[in-house]
């Protein structure tokens, strides 16, 4: 039976695996579109359903969403729905034109990827020459075009120590800063990922900074692989740590219509096609998303064996866990088992 | 892991040791987070619920504030 337990209220599009950009630690491996992608009527009857089934906020992702020609169509329908709607972009892509049509959708923020205070680094990760430049003109224009406006950083080993003068050129232009790490699937290679110590240091980095600086000056959030459950350190994250939402509240969709649970995910976590079924019959589908929605103790992994969080947490981040160890649900980037073990440091 | 390690580990960020304090826990905000749920609950009881039932629809019990002179 349906519960409202279970309730897609985020809901994520891949608009398009096309991407102008190369970027290195691309999840998604994006640079070529997929074979038969969703029409826009396709999108906008996935919207529908979404509606139907009382989503809140949808966000338009790829690939690059603004290199989709109907990328305004397919938000319009989502605003019409009454769906607030936020785009993750490169920001490459972004003109005169684009901007006036977002001022029209009025998204609750558009994201656009920065990845280094040095446009040497930001183009080395992007692989695409002058794009720091081009990005931070973009970022620049949305401001003054008063939409909300976030900079998404995805940290790794290449641009960890950026971080500071970073947030220096953040400091006071009223931009939300999203720090994320950049795990290895897709392009991604492990030996750029931060190691556990680094990863520490630019939690406390984001505590701190969120303790120096208050909301107007800067906004600044880790996204939800900043987790979980120190003892020492104040949440870098807005909300505590309620465990995976893939499957809970979340819905992700790609751009030729599979379904899964959260679009961080790999291949084998498809469960479903838009073409195919209903949404409310892929969502109701039993066993949909069991990793999350069945999950028991047991099924805990690595470092998360036995731990009193487990129940709870269900081994951090899934998409992190199954990136660095292979193995779901015991995601070793965790504060807890880091502050507990601090010899796993060294 | 002791605070030490924290201040020694935000060094790699070149955060200073008070900055570093800054992105600590303390505990005396969980006090005081106590102390604000508790007086709360104890204010919302007999300043909200009880002139409601009691005090024919007032919302603030002003006696509430004399009781302990």
Not at chain 1, 92 to 100: A, P, V, Y
Not at chain 1, 277 to 299: A, T, V
Not at chain 2, 53 to 67: E, K, L, W
Request: charged residues 25%; hydrophobic residues 35%.
């Amino acid at each position: 039976m349906f519960s409202k337990k279970y309730e897609p209220r985020f809901g994520l599009y891949e608009l398009t695996l096309r991407c102008n950009m190369n970027c290195i630690h691309c999840g998604s491996s994006a640079g070529q579109k997929r074979t038969n992608e969703l029409t826009t009527d396709e999108w906008n009857n996935v919207t529908r359903q979404l509606a139907d089934l009382n989503c809140k906020e949808i966000t338009l992702l790829g690939g690059e969403p603004f290199l989709r020609k109907d990328w305004y169509e397919i938000s319009k329908e989502v605003k019409d729905r009454g769906i607030k709607i936020t785009y993750m972009s490169n920001g490459f892509l972004i003109n005169d034109k684009t901007i006036e049509k977002l001022r029209k959708i009025e998204p609750k923020t558009v994201s656009v990827s920065i990845d280094g205070s040095k446009s040497e680094t930001h183009d080395k990760i992007r692989q695409l020459k002058g794009s720091y430049d081009k990005c931070m003109e973009v970022i620049s224009n949305l401001k003054k075009a008063g939409i909300n406006t976030t900079v998404i950083t995805s940290i790794n080993k290449l641009n960890f120590e950026e971080l500071p003068e970073l947030r220096s050129m953040l400091l006071n232009r009223g931009i939300v800063w999203q720090l994320q790490i950049a795990i290895p699937l897709g392009r991604f290679k492990k030996d750029l990922l931060l190691s556990k110590e680094e990863y520490y240091a630019a939690a406390i980095f984001i505590a701190s900074s969120r303790q120096k600086y208050n909301i107007k000056e800067l906004p600044i959030i880790g996204t939800h692989c900043f987790g979980y459950y120190s003892k020492l350190l104040r949440n870098p994250m807005v909300f505590p740590w309620n465990g995976c939402q893939a499957g809970i509240s979340a819905i992700g969709i790609q751009s030729n219509g599979d379904i899964k649970g959260c679009l961080s995910l790999p291949l084998e976590f498809i469960e479903g096609n838009t073409r195919e079924n209903k949404l409310l019959e892929i969502w109701e589908k039993p066993g949909f998303c069991s990793y999350n929605r069945d999950f028991k103790e047991s099924d805990l992994n690595n470092g998360c064996v036995g731990c009193k969080y487990g129940k709870k947490c269900r081994g951090g981040c899934l998409g992190v866990s199954i990136g660095i160890t292979g193995k779901s649900n015991g995601d070793p980037y965790c504060f807890k088992l880091i502050e507990e073990n601090p010899s796993i440091l060294v | 892991m002791k605070k030490e390690k924290v201040y020694e580990i935000g060094k790699k960020l070149g955060i200073s040791k008070s900055d570093a304090k800054a992105a600590l826990l303390k505990n005396r905000n969980k006090i005081i987070a106590v102390l604000i749920i508790g007086i709360a609950a104890v204010m919302t009881n007999r300043i909200w619920f009880e002139p409601l039932h009691y005090n024919g629809g007032s919302i603030i019990d002003f006696g509430f504030f004399t009781r302990f002179l």
